[in-house]
């Protein structure tokens, strides 16, 4: 049976499709003399933008190194920060989460036109995260999130320094959570679709 959650995402990543697809047809009348994406040698800085959340926020921020016209090397840094409150008539409680991660990878595009590419390539990353909820009983939790995925996206380019693209990946992963009264390992396939990434290349 299909998830909501996995519907949701496939969704998310249809729209995004659809802006990027209506961008390169808009300017499918510009043309490049080779193509405005990345030679060997080239570096950018990319930054992922998940989107505010209530009480909180999502983000990353990372670089890519092209060892090759078609590869490159990337690295990234994500923080994450969530905050909620609940008051009602058996009292109050309030949850706060904070985390980080770092991943390391390799991207390749496969299908180009003048300003659209197909990428495909592979993430290993590790994130933490800590989470306090204050209530009639307060309570600390931290986990451990060791993860490799296979990635698909698309990237298009506005000119050779900027370009946006958007990723579907399907995640293994293993995680240790631990609080003060139990310590719980887990293991599993997962998904999930990125926010829109912005990259800057130089």
Known sequence: MISGGFVMRVMR??????????????SAGVAFADGPFPKT???????????LE???????????????DDLGLNSSL????????????????SLE?????????LRKPFKKTDSLAIVYGSNIGYRYS????????SSTSRSKFYFV????????????????SADYAVIYSKS????EISTVSSRGISDNVSGLNLHVYF
């Open 97 to 105: 989460s904070t985390g980080y991660g770092l991943s390391l990878g």
């Open 13 to 26: 990543f249809a729209v995004y499709l659809t802006i990027l697809l209506t961008g390169a047809v808009v």
């Open 176 to 179: 240790k959570s631990k609080n």
């Open 149 to 164: 995925d296979v990635l698909l996206g698309v990237e298009y380019f506005f000119n050779r320094q900027v370009s946006v």
């Open 41 to 51: 040698g080239d570096k950018s800085m990319d930054f992922t933008f998940d989107g």
């Open 78 to 93: 994500s923080i994450a920060n969530s905050a909620s409150d609940n008051s009602g008539v058996g009292g109050s409680s």
């Open 54 to 68: 209530i009480g909180g926020y999502r983000f990353g921020v990372g670089g890519t190194y092209w060892l090759a």
């Open 130 to 137: 800590k989470s306090e909820s204050q209530s009639v009983v």
